[in-house]
Every structure is written in C-alpha cells, then in structure tokens.
T-cell receptor, first 116, second 113 residues
Framework: DAGVTQSPTHLIKTRGQQVTLRCSPISGHKSVSWYQQVLGQGPQFIFQYYEKEERGRGNFPDRFSARQFPNYSSELNVNALLLGDSALYLC???????????????FGSGTRLTVV | DQQVKQNSPSLSVQEGRISILNCDYTNSMFDYFLWYKKYPAEGPTFLISISSIKDKNEDGRFTVFLNKSAKHLSLHIVPSQPGDSAVYFCAASVPGYGQNFVFGPGTRLSVLP
C-alpha cells in the first residue's frame, strides 16, 4: 500500500515567486493536514482539510492557502515567497477528522523548499 | 511562546539501557499527547499516544507517562537499541472541531552500541 506521497521532494524558488506543493493521502483517508518544519524546530500546523472543507488553520499569513480535491489529494500554495518560508513542508493524512488515540496521523516524507 | 517544550536537544544512551525523553506543556486544555519518531529524510512516524485522562500507556518497549498536575510527560524506551536513534517529537492535540497538533522542538536520541 502506498503511504502519503508528496511532490516534489525538493525545490528551489526565488523570493517573490509562488509555489505549489502536492500531497496524495493514503487511499481511503479523507483528512489531509499540512505542517511546516523549520530547521531545528518541530512541525507547525498550517491547515487541515476534511471532505474538501477547511477544518483548521494555524497562525500563518494569507500568503498560505490550500485546497482539497474530490479524490482527497491536496495542494498547498504559498505566494510572494520569503526567505523565511524555507522549510520542510509535511503532509499528513488520517481516515477521519481526527486521527484517533492509537493511530495518530501518517506523515509523508515532505517537500524541502529552499527560497533564495 | 512555546506551548510544548522539550528542554533536552539531545540525549545519548548505551544500548540496552533505558532512554527517558521528557516533555513539558503549558496548555491545560490539551486532550491527548503523542510521540513521534523521525529519521533523516523521512516524515515523522507515530510511536505512542496517551489520553489526558490516563497516566500511563505501554506498547512493547515504549511507555509514556503523563503527570497532569505537573504538565509533564515522558517517554521511556527499554531496552534501548541502536535503531532507536532518531529525533523524537512530543506533540499535544488541541481540542476543537478538527484536529491539529502542537509539536515540541524535538530531542535527538543517540543509542550507542
């Protein structure tokens, strides 16, 4: 069974550009969450989507947006990139709205974004 | 303001001994807690969780203890193995209409053969 897949694995962008990151959840999972992990820190919550609706938003500027498609895959968009947006972007999926006590979320390997 | 703290950036333990990783939190509304393990170039992997209504949960070599009055939890790994060497994140679940986690900064565990 395929796990959570993210693409691309790495990319380099210039300040001011826009980027789109993609995530395919585990088959049957309806919830997708996005996290940003800056070097030396823990992941920080950006968004959760469930059944194509936004169910949670972290403390990120409006330059960050996301959506979920009918097949439950998701895209994270970041506009007007700043150097500080350089990070590992993680996608996590779960079957339902909550991961459950003995299950948690399943994370992908992430997209490493470098802004120069 | 960090709501979840892991004050030890790194920990080294001899193979076969006990590893104890600590986590402190400030928000008494957190409803449950999880530990994740992360290897380089991989996403975090779920390890074990505990509800805020319990004080202990055990799964094989891994045990998590929760002290609500102290707002402190710990992960015990017994016996430690070299394959346990990784970064360990403590995470707390925020109650609400969805689910999101607040992660600590992580502790790098090195198990020495």
């Amino acid at each position: 069974d395929a796990g959570v897949t993210q693409s691309p694995t790495h990319l380099i962008k210039t300040r001011g550009q826009q980027v789109t990151l993609r995530c395919s959840p585990i088959s049957g999972h309806k919830s997708v969450s996005w996290y940003q992990q800056v070097l030396g820190q823990g992941p920080q919550f950006i968004f959760q989507y469930y059944e194509k609706e936004e169910r949670g938003r972290g403390n990120f500027p409006d330059r960050f947006s996301a959506r979920q498609f009918p097949n439950y895959s998701s895209e994270l968009n970041v506009n007007a990139l700043l150097l500080g947006d350089s990070a590992l972007y993680l996608c996590a999926s779960s079957l339902g709205l909550t991961g459950g006590l003995n299950y948690g979320y399943t994370f992908g390997s992430g997209t490493r974004l470098t802004v120069v | 303001d960090q709501q979840v703290k892991q004050n030890s950036p790194s920990l080294s333990v001899q193979e076969g001994r006990i590893s104890i990783l600590n986590c402190d939190y400030t928000n008494s509304m957190f409803d449950y807690f999880l530990w994740y393990k992360k290897y380089p170039a991989e996403g975090p992997t779920f390890l074990i969780s505990i509800s805020s209504i319990k004080d202990k949960n055990e799964d094989g070599r891994f045990t998590v203890f929760l002290n609500k009055s102290a707002k402190h939890l710990s992960l015990h790994i017994v016996p430690s193995q070299p394959g346990d060497s990784a970064v360990y994140f403590c995470a707390a679940s925020v109650p609400g209409y969805g689910q999101n986690f607040v992660f600590g900064p992580g502790t790098r565990l090195s198990v020495l053969p």
